[in-house]
């Protein structure tokens, strides 16, 4: 069979075949010899003096990375928001007009904010660099003739490598030479089997990735047998750096960022109007422009809350520390409530679903059927189980023959002593290993019982391997591999019902092998194919082995949650669509076929966008998925409305997680290309954790609404005393000097207290609100109304009342600052919550509040005794009868909200009437 063409390269002056840049390339396709001649190498290697030439014209083999922002980029940042911007006017204003008091404290507000959410970024991004493997790969290397270990950064082009098993592979390489080879490409691929690999398989173009077994690829690890292999992309060049590049485009702006910028357009649009009318009507009554400058100064801080960007700032900051102590680091700051905000949760299966880690989990025997292996991963203490119950030791002998013929055809080394990392080897083998330490057997005395006298590695094309080993009567064979290729080797009796059993187990989403032997009288003549050949008939099947990738202990759990959260759990794997849906359906993601859709269904229909999205949003499952597909999935979600959180930790995860509204990466098991795509990262690897992380979100979105509903409630309040006192012909109530000390000395503390606020109970019972609802909703509406009109005219009743008294201004003026201190300590109170009654929150749930609150009002009692102050703030010391009957005037705020959230609640559980 003719190969298509592979594209020629230009040739270098002086007859050099290696390009300016190295171009990527089907080197898949290429035969061994073709693809040195192109690289201008031989098996020989290159000469340092060509390594390093070709160094400085590549650059290092490192994969791209987007550059880290600076400090000073982070600082900026902080004041790229439209309430900012407000702010910098009025400021600038004032200081023009040398109104320094003005001006100081709204440019002292811009930098707290500045400051606190440098410091959070700052440490956010140092957490991310903590996070960053330092261990250096080393690679063996063949340079001027010899061979020689060397740091995997200073790979060329045309390098000569020399893989074994256990080695990461350092660079994308063409292989030379291998000899029982597989790899790990789960990182790259999605897929959690080993793919076998070798040298001489011919190849098209248009392989794909995943199934080009000619080449070796950055970021995977070598699981068995040994190659020689030529480096043909480095770097950037590499599959690997391919998708790094492709992470590098504009983000995903986060849900509560989108939302804060709708809300900071519509206060600044209100603002603008509300000070605009009251400029027209001033200057209509002849006021000096002057002072109605100021007036409007004064109201336009009244309305704008500018303390909510330090608020949000340190209530994400808060929700940050305690998600870090749940195992959730944060990167961007608004990705905190963006998580609780998610309404669909997109995961990978493989590391993240799973434990990644192959487990034999159900036998077939011929004597005795079904027997269920207990335990997942390396836990050897558990059970086999037959018909429900134990295994009766009488019939354990056929586990322990099974097990004895799979630790035997073996090339998989293990050390109990050492866990997770105490093997090496293909993942099959390794889980054979641990099933002979169940059954009982001990791997090292088995191997030193019965020395191996001849093998057929296993390979792609035969799919299976064979050994023969030293026995008590003579020697005995054993072959494992694909049951269609062992089972009709056996005896036939019987074979009907092990195609059977094979099919079932296929079906449930296990991936099958037989294990069969025979006794030989004699070892074959050759240790090989040939030698073996005449012997591999009339096999005794020993049993079927189900192998499965087990779920994490918590993952059914997790998934529970989030669906009674309201949020729908997506599943995305790289694996058959049988083993997907078995998982999907031991989860709860999914019931049917119908729930699953493959990568070759959205081939299927890729001309056909329609009918993909619509296929796309309704799946559970996405089984067979090419790393593309997984962003085209996250389009197809968020096209739908969906908010879409997107975990993952290999690298086949990256362009995805970048693109969804959260990506959520792997911190442990995750590869660094992953966790730089991503918003979040899970130090533990545990899909659980999504569970904790939404509920933090949505603790941290819960205690910022309450921050804004504070703020929006108690500016309304000073709005209303104001228009009210300029319409009814009185003085203004407060100057603008007196304004800003009420908003420093109340808000300025109760607002960053309300961040530390406990999260309430049942937030992981409600559904997730809907993705375009805005942070000023409805409810927020109606108590701020009820809230500020309470308060506003209130505040205009006694200053109206003072001044029909007779009272001055001055006298006036100090009472009412007095009651509107004393009115937004109390209402900071109903704050708490939108929907519980304040009497039924412990103070002991936000102690800062409480001493916000007494702070507050100590420093504006304390302010009227202080000399200097008291002049700049026109206050005075009031009498005790004064300060007696303001306090309950305050306090009944309390008592008119508790009505209101109770008519509320009436309302929210009201049974709708339906009109018979």
């Known amino acids: 069979m003719e190969l298509p063409p592979i594209r020629e390269h230009p040739e270098e002056p002086g007859g050099s075949r290696v390009p300016d840049e190295a171009p990527h390339s089907a080197w898949h396709a290429l035969d061994a010899a073709e693809a040195a001649r192109r690289l201008d190498t031989d098996r020989g290697g290159l000469s340092s003096e060509e390594a390093a030439e070709r160094l400085a014209r590549y650059g290092g083999n490192a994969l791209p990375a987007a550059p880290e922002r600076t400090l000073a980029d982070v600082i900026v940042a902080q004041f790229a928001n439209p309430l900012i911007y407000l702010l910098l006017i009025a400021g600038s204003v004032a200081l023009v007009l040398n109104e320094l008091a003005d001006a100081v404290f709204i440019f002292i507000v811009l930098v707290i904010n500045a400051a606190v959410g440098t410091v959070q970024e700052w440490r956010a991004q140092a957490n991310l660099s903590a996070l960053r493997s330092v261990i250096q790969v080393a690679s063996r290397v063949r340079r001027d003739g010899r061979v020689r270990r060397m740091d995997a950064a200073a790979l060329v082009p045309g ?25 790990d490409e789960a990182s790259l691929t999605g897929e959690s089997v080993p793919v076998a690999k070798t040298a001489e398989a011919r190849l098209y173009e248009a392989t794909l990735l995943a199934e080009r077994r000619t080449m070796l690829f950055a970021g995977s690890t070598v699981q068995r047998g040994r190659a020689e292999g030529l480096v043909v992309a480095t770097g950037g060049a590499t599959e690997l750096g391919r998708i790094a590049k492709a992470l590098h485009g504009p983000a995903v702006v986060p849900p509560l960022t989108r939302r804060l910028q709708r809300f900071s357009n519509v206060i600044g649009a209100i603002a603008i109007a509300i000070v605009a009318g009251l400029i027209l009507q001033q200057l209509s009554v002849g006021a000096p422009f002057r002072d109605t400058f100021f007036i409007a100064i004064a109201l336009a801080v009244s309305i704008i809350p500018e303390g909510v960007p330090v608020a949000v700032t340190v209530a994400l900051s808060i929700a940050t520390a305690r998600m870090a102590r749940r195992n959730v680091i944060v990167r961007h700051l608004p990705a905190v409530e963006g998580l609780g905000a998610c309404t669909v949760v997109a995961t990978d299966k493989t590391g993240t679903l799973t434990v990644n880690r192959l487990t034999a989990s159900r036998l077939w025997l011929p004597r005795l059927g079904t027997v269920e292996v207990g335990g997942g991963g390396y836990d050897v203490s558990s059970v086999f189980h037959w018909k429900g119950a134990p295994l009766p030791s009488h019939d354990a002998k056929d586990v322990v023959a099974l097990a004895r013929a799979g630790a035997t055809v073996n090339d998989a080394e293990r050390d109990p002593d050492d866990g997770v990392d105490g093997g090496s080897g293909d993942t099959l083998d390794l889980a054979l290993l641990v099933l002979a330490e169940k059954a009982g057997l001990e791997i090292a005395a088995l191997r030193a019982a019965a020395p191996r006298h001849a093998e057929i590695p296993f390979s792609a094309e035969r799919r299976f391997a064979a050994t023969v080993n030293a026995g008590e009567d003579g020697c005995r064979l054993q072959m ?22 094979a099919e079932e187990l296929a079906a449930a989403g296990y991936r099958v092998i037989a294990i069969a032997g025979r006794t030989l009288r004699a070892a074959p003549g050759e240790p090989g194919w040939r030698g073996m050949e005449p012997e591999l008939r009339e096999l005794t099947l020993i049993g079927l082995v189900g192998f499965i990738d087990p779920l994490r202990p918590e993952a059914a759990q997790a998934v529970a949650h989030c669906l009674r959260a309201g949020v729908k759990v997506k599943m995305i794997t790289g694996d058959h669509a049988a083993t997907a849906l078995s998982i999907a359906r031991e989860l709860g993601i999914a019931r049917d076929r119908d ?11 890729a001309d056909r966008p329609g009918e993909l999205k619509a ?21 197809a979600l968020k096209a739908a409305g969906e908010i879409v959180a997107m975990t993952g930790d290999g690298v086949n995860d990256a362009p995805a997680l970048r693109r969804a509204d959260l990506g959520v990466a792997m911190g442990r098991g995750g590869t660094d290309v992953a966790r730089d795509a991503a918003d979040l990262v899970l130090t533990d690897d545990n899909f659980a954790s999504i569970v904790a992380g939404i509920e933090e979100g949505r603790a941290a979105y819960a205690n910022i609404r309450k921050v804004v509903y504070l703020m929006i409630s108690t500016g309304a309040a000073e709005v209303v005393m104001f228009m009210a006192a300029i319409f009814t012909g009185l003085p203004i109530p407060l100057t603008a000097v007196q304004l800003l000390w009420l908003n420093v000395v109340t808000n300025g503390g109760q607002d960053v207290a309300l961040a530390f606020e406990r999260r309430e109970p049942g937030l992981l019972n409600r559904p997730p609100r809907p993705p375009r609802e805005p942070i000023f909703d409805r409810l927020m509406i109606g108590e701020s109304a009820v809230s500020g009109i309470y308060m506003g005219l209130v505040s205009y009743g006694v200053f109206a009342w003072a001044l029909s008294m007779g009272w001055s201004e001055f006298e006036a003026r100090n009472v009412l600052l007095f009651l509107m201190v004393a009115f937004e300590n109390a209402h900071v109170f109903n704050c ?59 306090l009944s705020l309390i008592l008119i909200m508790e009505i209101a959230k109770a008519v509320w609640r009436r309302l929210e559980t009201a049974p709708s009437s339906v009109p018979g």
């Open 615 to 635: 296929l796309l949003a309704g799946a559970s499952v996405f089984a067979r998925v090419e790393p593309s597909q997984k962003v085209d999935i996250v389009n």
């Open 832 to 890: 708490r919550s939108e929907t519980r009654s304040t009497f039924r929150i412990p103070f002991s749930h936000n102690w800062p509040v409480v001493i916000a609150a007494i702070g507050a009002q100590a420093v504006h009692i304390s302010a009227a005794f202080i000399p200097g102050l008291s002049d700049v703030l026109d206050v005075a010391p009031i009498a005790v009868d004064t300060w007696l009957m303001l306090v309950p005037a305050a």
């Open 595 to 605: 729930d699953v859709v493959t990568g070759h269904d959205i081939l299927r229909l």
């Open 159 to 183: 390098d000569v490598v020399l893989i074994d098993a256990g080695d990461r592979v350092p660079a994308d390489i063409r292989l030379l030479s291998s000899a029982d080879l597989s790899a």
């Open 480 to 501: 494992k591999g694909a049951p269609e290729v062992i089972v009709p080797l056996c005896e036939e009796a019987g074979r009907a019902e092990a195609y059977r059993a």
